[in-house]
């Protein structure tokens, strides 16, 4: 058990400096006007991965019931994830124009920095979802480590870039470090369970269909038991 807090501490611990971190470096750069315009956006980014937090929440005591190492139910957990993270973020397009409304003229650079963060925010919302495939099964050592790797690569290129670009390179930087983060949790999360990519991000046809007709996605024991 001590094991496993301490893998599962680093790794909560590093998402959070990850999605931190470069608020206090904008701030101790380029002032507190600039950072407050950046806290809007990097906040309304965050209210983005609540939608795949809970799912993430739900997906992982089914993961550790089951210890199934082929990923079955993960995957599909992922797949309809994907496309929900994707009309999410499309309509976040339109809702970051209304920034500099609600909060005044000043915050005009919100909306920029925001679109900036939504491929990043759209990956990271992947990623927390499909990686309850290992935090049920143990959580591998590997887990905490590439964010470790993540959180040096997100500091050191805000450290480079923030003081000369801002908080839009700021922003960049998240959208990097979030895709690196999700990159290295699906290139493993093939690795293990043989999975294709395809067969774990896209929704397949009688899914979808079935999603219209607003029916459940599958009929087996272990949908059952998870609705």
């Known amino acids: 058990m001590l094991a496993y807090g301490v893998k599962f501490y680093v790794s ?18 380029r ?26 929440t739900l997906l992982f005591p089914r993961v550790a019931a089951t210890q199934d190492d082929r990923g079955e139910f993960a995957v599909l957990v ?22 500099p409304i609600i909060y005044g003229a000043n915050f005009g650079d919100a909306t920029t920095q925001l679109l900036i963060l939504l491929p990043g ?17 143990g959580l591998p050592a590997a887990i905490p480590w590439f964010w470790v790797i993540t959180v040096a690569f997100n500091i050191g290129l805000n450290l480079l870039t923030v003081p000369k670009f801002g ?17 290295l949790v699906a290139v493993y999360f093939r690795m ?3 999975r294709g990519t395809a067969e774990t ?16 996605a599958v009929t087996s024991p272990l949908w059952r038991r998870s609705c």
Do not use: W
């Open 78 to 99: 992922t797949r309809h994830t994907t496309l929900v993270m994707l009309m999410t973020c499309l309509a976040a397009i339109a809702l970051a124009y209304l920034l």
């Open 31 to 56: 002032g507190a006007a600039e950072a407050g315009v950046y806290g809007i956006a990097s906040q309304f980014s965050f209210l983005l991965l609540m939608l795949p937090g809970v799912i993430s």
């Open 167 to 183: 908080a839009r390179g700021a922003a960049v930087n998240s959208t990097l470090s979030y895709a690196l983060i999700f990159l």
């Open 201 to 216: 991000f896209i929704l397949r046809f009688h899914e979808l269909r079935r999603l219209l007709k607003l029916q459940p």
């Open 121 to 137: 925010i759209f990956l990271m919302g992947l990623e927390s979802v499909l990686v309850q495939h290992f935090t049920g099964t």
């Open 12 to 29: 909560i611990m590093a998402g959070t400096i990850i999605l931190r971190a470069d608020l206090l470096i904008v701030n101790r750069f």
């Open 192 to 194: 293990k369970t043989g």
